[in-house]
């Protein structure tokens, strides 16, 4: 049943395929043929409405010739002009009355000379004649305007009466009427509706229609307006035709003509092109049918044969007889059949061995280290990496890279012999599982492991020496799962290679300190974009006057989880991680905004800023700084960069470059913990810096310490010697300060003057120092 199932589902899915491909192409074209043949039938009936619209404006235009030639007749007419001579009303009367008849008009007028009226054969009031169209008459021989009377549209034509001079016009009216309708509907094979916009604020009046109008037609399309000379309508193609416009509204004729009588023909064409389509799809359902009954079975057959390949069994290939591109397949999953054992076994070696040296790979190794942590099987690894094996790669080739790995391999084997696993893991890395045993006798087998793969090793009849790193570890105590296995071997290397140490054991609780490490580099970003960080500020006052000069920043982080963290420590880890430079732009610009605030505060004091090693080698600091300080409220000079000896010692050249641009600047530029470093006094004297400041640990304990206050009065006196003032930080006692008032310090700070303080507090601590000012200006004055 399986299989029949699947034959008649395959069949199925062809016969499927091909129709619905026919199918597709049969409407594609059938549905253009339609598209087309209704452009076609619409075109024709937009063409139609072309020719209407001509020949409405030519019959209208002949039947205003004719009017205005009768019109003239009666003009001339002696006994019309003798009547208007006689200006008797009765005798006015009749003559207009029986003249215009004559003429066909439906109502005539006779004005005086000035345009009133003298006759009339209308019954109601009088229709305006405007005095321009009475002007353009005379000028022109006649005029003509449209007006609207009673809800009937009327064609007015305005002749003078001359004999000689100027005697009255005579005004008749020629209704647009359904006749007129009838005769240009007649002609043009349209429909027409005759409307005005007069007395009609909302939209169009129709006034008159031919007799082929339904009465009961949508009142919409009568009275809505064109646009681009035509209605919008469901039922009928539409032109609009400007009459004329007077000043009741304008005067337009609807020319039609019926969308289903024009799309008759279209409907029948239609319907052929869909009996085509039928009939076509029934041929390429019997096509389908046959094809898919030829071409099924040896499909099937295939398909059969391959899924017995892919399980893995080894089936006899089917006879097929078609030939062709399906005996081809057939050969050639029986060939893929011979090659699949073979290729297979060739994978699954690939997969868990090294191919340089034919030990396992990282796969194979933590395989069965997974295998170990899941039984709780004890045992111990040794790691070793061949430190400089790039090195011996760039300068002797690749090819003498991997015959010393291949030669490190097998000294591997052979002294550890009685390993669970020995795997290749990386470049010059290689992992060693062996039988659990104590940590002493671990050291020893990596002891000598390593004087093994340090000897002399025979490379191309040339002894070549190694050095390698060792690191020893215990399964499962050191690590529990694979990921901490590789983390901890990662980090234990690492270890190693800092401490320079040859063989190095893991320790519990290093690889904690570096997930604290990453978290804490990790959130540092976070907490300098969202405002994370926050700054505190050292008063620093003058040791003679003890007025407040300057506020050194200090930048301080509470972690919402591990709380405060070192400034050491985040920052050390901002210049490994390379945000040492988004850092100090962050410090720069919250300093450069919070000392504007506190000016405007009314505090007066400048801000001393720490920069960093690597912020000396950036070439950008000095734009950066010009820019963060480009609306100082103060001098630039009130702005003191701080750099430590170190900073000016790692890369002098770029370091002297950058702090030449800072000068430039006209920032003050500082030596900060002078004393801890290597600068010497020629060096010193080279630096374009203002400003030397003595680290504390010469002044914490400067008055109980003879040692440290030689230092420190020496440096005082070198220091102002190269003309540099001089700051020392950490004082703590009275006493201290007296000292360094006495021997002439410029600038003093430390916890015994004001402990670092917050934005929202400097105030406060500005104004107890103003307090003790006087105080301590009193006891520098006693000691000088």
């Known amino acids: 049943m399986g299989r029949l199932a699947n034959r008649i589902g395959f069949r199925g899915r062809l016969v499927t395929a091909m129709v619905a491909l026919v199918a597709l192409v049969s409407l594609l074209i059938g549905a253009l043929l339609m598209v087309y043949l209704f452009e076609d039938e619409k075109s024709r009936a937009l063409e139609q409405l072309t020719i209407a619209e001509r020949l409405t404006n030519e019959v209208i235009a002949r039947r205003t010739d004719l009017e205005l030639s009768r019109l003239n007749v009666v003009v001339r007419d002696f006994g019309f002009r003798s009547a208007i001579a006689s200006r008797d009303p009765a005798t006015l009367s009749s003559a207009l009355e029986n003249h215009s008849g004559r003429a066909g008009a439906d109502f005539a007028l006779l004005l005086d000379q000035r345009g009133e009226l003298l006759a009339s054969t209308l019954r109601r009031d009088l229709p305006d004649i405007a005095p321009s169209q009475l002007t353009n008459a005379r000028q022109n021989g006649s005029g003509r305007s449209l007006l609207a009377i009673d809800q009937r549209g009327y064609e007015v034509l305005t002749v003078p009466v001359e004999a000689p001079g100027l005697r009255a016009w005579l005004v008749a009216g020629f209704e647009l009427d359904q006749d007129l309708a009838d005769i240009i509907a007649r002609l043009s094979g349209s429909s027409i509706i005759f409307r005005t916009s007069a007395d009609s604020p909302s939209g169009f009046t129709s006034f008159a229609a031919s007799s ?244 002399p090793l025979n490379v191309d009849s040339t002894p070549f020496s190694l050095r390698t790193t060792l690191i020893s570890m215990q399964l499962p105590n050191d690590a529990s799962n694979t990921n901490e296995l590789r983390r901890r071997v990662n980090l234990t290397f690492e270890q190693a290679v800092q401490q320079g140490s040859a063989i190095t054991r893991y320790e519990p609780g290093q690889d904690e300190n570096h997930l604290r490490e990453l978290k804490l580099i990790s959130d540092l970003h976070s907490a300098i974009r969202n405002n994370g960080l926050h700054m505190n500020y050292q008063p620093k006052l003058d040791n003679h006057t003890g007025k407040l000069l300057q506020v050194e920043a200090l930048v301080r982080w509470i972690h919402p989880e591990l709380g405060f963290i070192s400034p050491e420590e985040f920052i050390f880890l901002a210049e490994q991680s390379g945000q040492i430079h988004e850092l100090t732009d962050h410090i720069l610009q919250r300093v450069a905004d919070e000392a504007r605030a506190w000016f405007h505060g009314g505090l007066d004091a400048g801000v001393a800023i ?175």
Not at 255 to 271: C, G, H
Not at 378 to 383: D, R
Not at 432 to 446: T, V, Y
């Open 212 to 455: 082929d109008i339904n009465s009961a037609m949508d009142p919409a399309l009568l009275q809505s307006a064109g646009g681009h000379n035509f209605i919008e309508s469901a039922r009928y193609f539409t032109r609009t035709l400007n009459l004329g416009a007077s000043r009741q509204g304008a005067f337009e004729a609807i020319l039609m003509i019926s969308r289903e009588a024009s799309l008759q023909n279209y409907y029948s064409r239609a319907l052929e092109i869909a009996l085509l389509v039928a009939a076509i799809m029934v041929f390429a359902t019997v096509l389908a049918l046959l094809v898919a009954r030829y071409l099924g079975r040896p499909v099937l057959q295939l398909a059969q044969y391959a899924r017995a390949v892919g399980q893995g069994l080894n089936p006899h290939a089917p006879n097929i007889r078609t030939g062709g591109e399906l005996l081809q397949l057939r050969d050639t999953l029986r060939d893929t059949l011979a090659q699949l054992s073979r290729r297979e076994a060739e994978i699954r070696h690939a997969a868990t061995h090294d191919e340089v040296t034919g030990l396992g790979n990282r796969n194979a190794l933590m395989h069965m280290a997974t295998e170990g942590f899941r039984t709780g099987q004890p045992c111990s690894l040794i790691g070793l990496r061949v430190n400089d094996l790039s090195d011996i790669n760039d300068t002797l080739g690749i090819e003498f890279g991997d015959k010393v790995l291949l030669g490190l391999s097998q000294r591997l084997r052979d002294e550890l012999s009685d390993a669970h696993h020995i795997a290749r893991t990386g470049g010059g890395e290689f992992l060693a599982l062996l039988p659990a045993c104590s940590p002493e006798a671990l050291d020893q087998r990596a002891k000598g492991l390593h004087a093994s793969a340090e000897s």
């Open 610 to 784: 720490n920069l960093s090693a690597m912020d000396l080698t950036r070439p950008g600091l000095a734009e950066r700084v010009a820019r963060t300080f480009a609306d100082w409220h103060h001098s630039m000079d009130r702005i003191t960069l701080e750099v430590t000896e170190s900073a000016l010692m790692d890369d002098p050249v770029e370091a002297m470059a950058t702090l030449n641009r800072l000068r430039d600047l006209g920032v003050t530029l500082s030596v900060d913990d002078f004393g801890t470093g290597y600068s010497s006094l020629s060096q010193l004297r080279k630096l374009p810096v203002q400003e030397l400041k003595i680290d504390k640990s010469f002044v914490l304990k400067l008055n109980a310490e003879p040692q440290d206050q030689l230092i420190v009065k020496s440096t005082i006196d070198m220091a102002h010697g190269l003309g540099l003032k001089v700051v020392a930080e950490g004082i703590e006692n009275l006493e201290t300060w007296k000292l360094l008032q006495s021997w002439g310090c410029n600038v003093g700070q430390g916890f015994f003057l004001s402990r670092p303080v917050s934005r929202a507090d400097l105030m406060q601590t500005a104004a107890s120092l103003l307090e003790r000012q006087h105080e301590l200006a009193d006891m520098s004055q006693e000691h000088s």
